[in-house]
């Protein structure tokens, strides 16, 4: 038996040295938002987990040779055998009610639109604003979208009007997704003014994240799936069971070296292009409709200087345009090029809105970008939705005046 006993152990060894490798990788992760150790919680509670799955086949191997194979096998097969069943009925009944249900053209379902009158009642100064989360508002950093606020202000500063500012925007949405909305529904609700914001989604387009996209990038944009990823490519039972989280943690291992933060040139940036056809198209369909087009330039944090804690709240480029360079390796765009990108499309709103004399709301140049206006990327703080709404009120109240003395 000492060859046996000689083999075991450096069995044992090798996956000693294996899994000590995969956890150590793990470990040299960090979290953006640190509690402990440059951990946050559910990472740490990973680590902790992870440590303890690794020891059970050593724990296992133990008891096999203390108790006997044969009798560790007939007291645990009763045991496993209910739990692969289990796992079996799981699945089957997973892969059976499987649904992923998306608006087949604009990928997730607009907001509810049954309660507004179409066409706009006489009397009544109808607005509506486009736009992504930054418009309809999402839960989270940004509860409400600024249409509401802007209603309550417009109402207020012209006192016995009836204005109504109806919320088209929807999250994940781009210039695309709004000029097809707009035709389809928007159109026949005959706003007086619509308001464009978009710069960022159409930004990220750019890029095929292996999480959102399938293959590589299409001037059409047919590319990028995102919120409708499932039903292009739905999730496995595991993927189900484990949720994203097996993903995110993974992104982890030995990131320092595997994923790199890159400056693009603004020629990666390659939707570029696509967003100003859409954009003029967008305005040109508003103004033949008889309605006024208002575009809005969009504020990001992108900044230079960034605190830490500033930062840490940065996660568009690595969630959005992750891109994989090889079997373990994965770039994402800097903070300093997604700047120089931002700054590249609220330029091209500003010469759309110039060369077509659209009005414009530039609160790209208006904003400060800090964490009072801020909560990541691009979405506001509850004094940002305020500050954005005070600015588009500013900008179009001798608008509405005006347009309910016709």
Sequence with gaps: MPGLRARTGIAVAAYGIVVGAIWIG????SSRAPWLLGYSKSYLVFLVVLAVTMMVPPLV????????????????????????A??????????????HRFDPFLQSPPRPVEAIEAPRPPGVVRIAALGGSTTEGMEGPQVDGYPARLESLLRHTEPGLQIEVLNAGHVWWTT????????????????DVVLVLHAVNDLYRSCSPAAFALGEYRD??????????????????????????????????YSRWRIHEVDYP??????LAPFERNLEDLVGLIAADGAVPVLIT????????????????????????????????????????????MDAFNDTIRRVARENGTRLVDLDAEM???????????????????????????RIDELVANLSAR
């Excluded at 603004?266 to 939707?271: C, D, G, P, V």
């Design 266 to 271: 603004l020629e990666r940036y390659r939707s």
């Design 26 to 29: 793990f470990a040299l992760g």
């Design 220 to 253: 059409d944009w047919s590319h990028f799936y995102g919120p409708a990823i499932n039903g292009a490519r739905p999730p496995s039972f595991l993927r189900f069971v484990l949720g994203t989280s097996l993903r995110r943690m993974y992104l982890h291992w």
């Design 61 to 84: 191997l133990g008891l096999g040779r203390r108790l006997g194979w044969r009798k560790l096998l007939s007291e645990t097969a009763p045991s496993l055998l209910v739990l692969a």
């Design 368 to 394: 400060p970008r800090n964490l009072e206006m801020l909560a990541d990327d691009v979405h506001y703080t509850d004094a940002g939705v305020d500050f954005v709404s005070a600015r588009v009120a500013a």
């Design 298 to 341: 969009q504020p990001a944090l992108y900044r230079l200087d960034l605190r830490p804690e500033e930062r840490a709240l940065i996660r568009f480029g690595e969630e959005f345009c992750l891109t994989e360079t090889g079997w373990l390796t994965a770039e994402y765009p800097s903070v300093a090029s997604l700047r120089v990108a």
């Design 176 to 191: 695309k997704h709004s000029m097809i909305y707009y035709v389809t529904q928007v159109r026949r609700w005959r706003p």
């Design 86 to 99: 289990v796992g079996l009925l799981s699945a089957r009944v997973y892969y059976a009610r499987q649904e």
